[in-house]
């Protein structure tokens, strides 16, 4: 099992900036990246290793990290930026591996 | 433009097997490792497998390990996962999704739309 943790829920008022952060020990070696799940549909990257954003990803989405824990911000959040966040990376074992997802709701 | 998508999913009786496919198109499949990735109804997402550009690396999660296959055909441009002694816990969507290289073998960089699982007798 993976061994990535996240916080369940995170909100954030609309035009505010928001961290969702991505802890465990594997991230000491390598790099997270970040998926957005919208209900109903699939995950969709965002972020890329560390800080690179897929093409027609906003630029108010941006990756870093620190230790055993990397975070995904949200700079001046929009509505559609409503959605499950699940962070991954590699496990201890060296396979693929998810957190638990981050819901996070912009009030 | 990248298209993953999966097919042969559905209902199955505990025990027995199912066959899932993904079909590839908009990139030289055979130049990519491919993943299978799960989802339980309202849960998060799970790795399932992955196997190398040339299929001749295969890797599981343990909670698949010794029941399930992954293989791919490059000259049909299509993934595959073979599934047998499912359980009830086994119940998800599955999806298909493309891994940039075997360097960054853990990054999911296209994924499919996915296909439901069902295991219920």
């Known amino acids: 099992s993976s061994e990535l943790t996240q916080d369940p829920a995170v909100s954030v008022a609309l035009g505010q900036t928001v961290r969702i952060t991505c802890q465990g020990d594997?991230?000491?070696?390598?790099?997270a990246s970040w998926y957005q799940q919208k209900p109903g549909q699939a995950p969709v990257p965002v972020i890329y290793?560390?800080?690179n954003r897929p093409s027609g990803i906003p630029d108010r989405f941006s990756g870093s990290s620190s230790g055993n824990t990397a975070s995904l911000t949200i700079t001046g959040a929009q509505a559609e930026d409503e959605a499950d966040y699940y962070c991954n990376s590699r496990d201890n074992s060296g396979n693929p591996g998810f957190g638990g997802g981050t819901k996070l709701t912009v009030l | 433009q990248v298209q993953l998508v999966e097919s042969g999913g559905g209902v199955v009786q505990p025990g027995r097997s199912l066959r899932l496919s993904c079909a590839a198109s908009g990139f030289t499949f055979s130049s990519n490792p491919m993943h299978w990735v799960r989802q339980a109804p309202g849960k998060g997402l799970e790795w399932v497998a992955v196997?190398?550009?040339?299929?001749?690396?295969?890797y599981y999660a343990d909670s698949v390990k010794g029941r399930f296959t992954i293989s791919r055909d490059n000259s049909k441009n299509t993934l595959y996962l073979q599934m047998n002694t499912l359980r009830a816990e086994d119940t998800a969507v599955y999806y298909c999704a493309r891994a940039p290289n075997w360097n960054y073998v853990h990054v999911f960089d296209y994924w499919g739309q996915g296909t439901l699982v069902t295991v219920s007798s």
């Open positions: 290793v560390k800080n």
């Open positions: 196997i190398s550009k040339d299929g001749s690396n295969e």
């Open positions: 594997s991230l000491r070696s390598y790099y």
